[in-house]
């Protein structure tokens, strides 16, 4: 027969295990509405895109206040047993550099066997100190970082697919074979880099929420508001750091 005290402790327990257990909606429905507060649990990864010098104040092709969620995530990883980078890793001359394309310029667009091409100024070319992460990130425990847009004839936004929407980064195969599901996505920028791998990370099967204020956007031409369209349409969770218990 059950005592008091243990019933007690049983059933705090299965509230625990209850809470532990969320996934996806029900863990942000949860956090949203005055209910506990999302835990990062052994399954969940937390994605850091492109934080490096040529995205934030000072670099090529900056973001706005880019460096200033640079604190937040941070803190936002100290809370995750798991994650994971991604850098941004161009050749010179690169395909989707505005110079490797005579008479374009910055912003323009180009048609390439992928698809619609943003040309870009030149940025975070291999061993530049451009591409490297800004000196002010430090995450130590990260356990892998996914380089992208390595192909000269290809570029790559998402951390998951290059821009045909085909080649592996192979970030898939590794997040499946380690058994995490889930993937909470920060960094640079809102609207290209963590949107295109945000949908990404849907189309490969695992959830996919957004921590909306550990990001910033580019929103060139309304890229912003179509970015989160998109996003929202594709079954991303659109979240802040306060709904998460870190």
Known sequence: ??????????????????VAGFTGAARVAAAQTGGPKMKPTAQDVLLVIDVQNCFTPGGSLAV???DQII?????????????VLTQDWHTPGHVSF?????????FETTQLPYGTQVLWPDHCVQGTPGADLHKDLRIPHAELIIRKGYRKQMDS????????????????????????????????????????????????????????DACRGIDADGSLAKAWKDMLGA????????????
């Open 1 to 18: 027969m059950l005592t008091s005290d243990r019933r007690g402790f049983l059933k705090g327990t299965a509230a625990s295990l209850v």
């Open 64 to 66: 706005k206040e880019g």
């Open 71 to 83: 604190p937040l995530i941070n803190r936002l990883a100290t809370g995750f047993e798991h994650v």
């Open 98 to 106: 505005a110079s490797s394309h005579p008479g374009k310029k910055p």
């Open 157 to 212: 936004y998402s951390a998951f697919y290059e821009a045909d929407g085909k080649t592996p980064t192979g970030l898939t195969g590794y997040l499946k074979d380690r058994g995490l599901n889930q993937v909470f996505l920060v960094g640079l920028a809102t609207d290209f880099c963590v949107a295109w791998s945000a949908m990404d990370a849907r189309k490969a099967g695992f959830g996919a929420l957004v921590i909306e």
């Open 235 to 246: 079954g991303v969770k659109r979240i802040k750091s306060s709904d998460l218990a870190v």
